[in-house]
């Protein structure tokens, strides 16, 4: 999901609406609590290898536009190997993301072809896949049950792209919190196999919209995991549509 971040943290308030009565009606709530016209945050990333080596990194991620119709840019800004690094991802209500990184100390950017979606994003446990928004029209949903998680109830529901759509993963279960249309957890599946589960948490409301704070990434193969930290964070500020382009984010490095 992100948003990522995405697509990554779905942002989200308010009860529960009486028509919320399958898969799909759900999602599309918890994304229409989403809405805003733009997205500012600063984020501290600590990757856990599976020896338990901490590393941290931080990046600042803008976005503008509907969800699954957007543009976020999202920049490293520490450590100073991979400062100035950023990513621009294109999303589309029809197809998968366009997305772009650019290298400063390279003066060079590099499209990241559909196959490479599945990698790694700068050594932490997001794929770039994880970090494009899902439209819902590109996915089919099926409401499993009604379920608790960490004492909170949820609905469970199933994920399965559609064939236009392209991914890494055959389906993903969610759990979508009854409150408030946040999201508590992700599990990404390859066919029969638990490939990253991802976890929200310190959920806090920001200008009217619940937002979770705090992003855990588990990458079951690797058994390593990232948590993403949120700072500083701001709804619908002003900003422009030129600054989510290449010229814009070379310019910027």
Not at 66 to 83: D, I, M, Q, W, Y
Request: charged share 30%.
């Amino acid at each position: 999901m992100s948003r990522f971040i995405l697509a990554l943290v779905l942002a989200v308030s308010g009860g529960m609406p009486a028509f919320a009565q399958d898969g799909k009606q759900i999602v599309e709530e918890a994304q229409r609590r989403a809405r805003s016209g733009s997205q500012r945050y600063e984020g501290t990333l600590q990757v856990i290898d599976a020896k338990t080596k901490v590393t941290e990194k931080r990046w600042v991620f803008d976005r503008i536009g509907s969800h699954g119709n957007s543009k976020a840019v999202l920049r490293f800004t520490a450590p100073a190997e991979v400062k100035g690094m950023a990513l621009l991802i294109v999303n589309h209500p029809d197809r998968s993301s366009d997305q772009w990184m650019w290298t400063p100390s390279l003066a060079r950017e590099r499209r990241i072809a559909m196959q490479d979606r599945s990698t790694r994003f700068f050594g932490t446990d997001f794929s770039f896949e994880d970090l494009e928004e899902r439209d819902t029209n590109q996915f089919d949903y099926k409401l499993l049950a009604e379920e608790s998680f960490v004492g909170t109830p949820c609905w469970k529901i199933e994920s399965r792209p559609k064939s236009t759509k392209s991914s890494q993963y055959t389906h993903s279960i969610l759990w979508i919190r009854k409150d408030n249309y946040v999201l508590a957890q992700i599990e990404n599946f390859r066919n029969a196999g638990l490939i990253r589960r991802i976890k929200y948490s310190d959920i806090r409301s920001v200008q009217g919209f619940w937002t979770a704070h705090t992003t855990e990434v588990e990458d079951l193969k690797r058994n390593s995991r990232t948590v993403l930290k949120l700072e500083k964070l701001q709804y619908n500020l002003p900003m422009k549509d030129e600054d989510f382009t290449l010229q814009a984010i070379r310019r910027e490095g």
